[in-house]
């Protein structure tokens, strides 16, 4: 980087404040000011500190990726979403504020940190011109959770929610949800357990809503399925001919075992409609932040093409980006035109209709 004067704390913080507020009216000329002038603010803070998703191919992104753009270095933390929620609340209980830049799954932002009201909003701290220019994005504009335009999403992706092991499983066989229910498939289910967040609970709130509850009761009861809160393990399990069908996979897992050579595929059963997800692809800024304009230019360059790019790459997801390249991505990740889709980063569904489903399904099952 070459040597430079740098801005007082006081000037820098009130220079990027003025101008990020005149963004979003401002031209393109403009906003590049201030992005400079958020950079600059950004330097005299000297770091920022990220909650992350745990995978080291995305902390390398987000560590070098950043630093090697603005000479900024990112303290990263990988404590998966869930764990994020009770830290920051020991943490804050305790009148400490550690954490900038929260990117995380769908649960934790909209369930813990927006109503505990530990979130500024995203959306005025947006200035880089390829971030606001809204023909860059999906359906010509930028996606947010809430209404509130609080926490931003950037990815959006089909995602399976039935791997077989093509051993034990005939093509076809399983090209339904009601196929589960044949006598032949009873003990021969690993399925993600539907007490935990995530995967789990939106899968049987979705069966719920669309089979109702004596589907549920016979699918999660009847036949004996064994469920898994290790979505590795459970991965495992059928890639090694333990069971023959897993329900609410671990991708992840399940692309390293078929990387491996296992025998093991995706299903996409066609009487109900496939599964739309946003994966990692949430973005919260906090408030009283330690680094707060540090805090807002991660949050533009993350958003942007190029470490965009990079981000969904490494969780093998759709950027929604319509400038993204996606090398190397299955096409089933891709939502197709004409198709219907489940959205289970739908505010409503996350924040209303899945617990209600979840709570019915679980006083059904017992649980």
Do not use: C
Request: without cysteine.
């Amino acid at each position: 980087m070459p040597d430079r004067p740098l801005l007082s704390r006081r000037e820098a913080l009130a220079g990027a404040l003025a101008l990020a507020a005149a963004s979003a009216a401002a031209p393109a000329g403009a906003q590049s000011d201030a992005m400079k002038a958020l950079a600059a603010a950004a330097k005299a803070e000297g770091s920022v500190v990220v909650d992350g998703p745990p995978i080291d191919v995305v902390r390398d992104t987000f560590v070098q990726g950043f630093q090697s753009e603005y000479g900024i270095p990112v303290s990263y933390i990988s404590s998966g979403s869930g764990a994020s929620g009770a830290r920051v609340r020991a943490e804050r209980a305790a009148g400490k504020y550690l954490l900038d830049v929260f990117v995380s799954g769908g649960d934790t932002p909209l369930l813990t940190f927006l109503p505990a009201g530990w979130l500024d909003k995203v959306e005025p701290v947006l200035v880089a011109p390829d971030v606001v220019d809204r023909s860059k994005w999906k359906d010509g504009h930028l996606w947010y959770m809430d209404e509130g335009h609080t926490i931003l999403r950037t990815l959006q992706f089909v995602t399976p929610e039935m791997v077989v092991n093509t051993k034990l499983v005939k093509p076809g066989e399983v090209g339904t949800w009601k196929s589960l229910l044949d006598p032949k498939w009873q003990g021969k289910i690993v399925a993600k357990d539907p007490s935990q967040p995530g995967a789990g609970t939106s899968l049987i709130a979705m069966l719920y809503m669309i089979f109702g509850p004596d589907y549920v009761k016979r699918l999660y009861k009847d036949q004996k399925p064994v469920l898994s809160r290790d979505g590795r393990q459970a991965a495992q399990f059928v890639a090694q001919g333990n069971y023959a069908v897993l329900l609410g996979p671990d991708t992840t897992a399940v692309d390293q075992f078929k990387h491996l050579g296992y025998p093991v595929d995706y299903v996409f059963p066609k009487d109900a409609p496939d599964v739309l997800s946003g994966g990692w692809g949430l973005i919260s800024l906090l408030n009283k932040a330690p680094h707060p304009n540090a805090a807002k230019l991660f949050i533009n360059w993350l958003a942007g093409r190029q470490a965009q790019q990079a981000f969904a790459k490494d969780v093998i997801s759709a950027s929604l980006r319509t400038d993204v390249r996606h090398d190397d991505v299955p096409a089933w990740v891709f939502p197709k035109k004409g198709v219907r889709y489940m959205d289970t980063y739908d505010y409503k569904f996350v924040t209303e209709q899945r617990q209600a489903a979840v709570e019915k399904a679980r006083e059904l099952l017992g649980s």
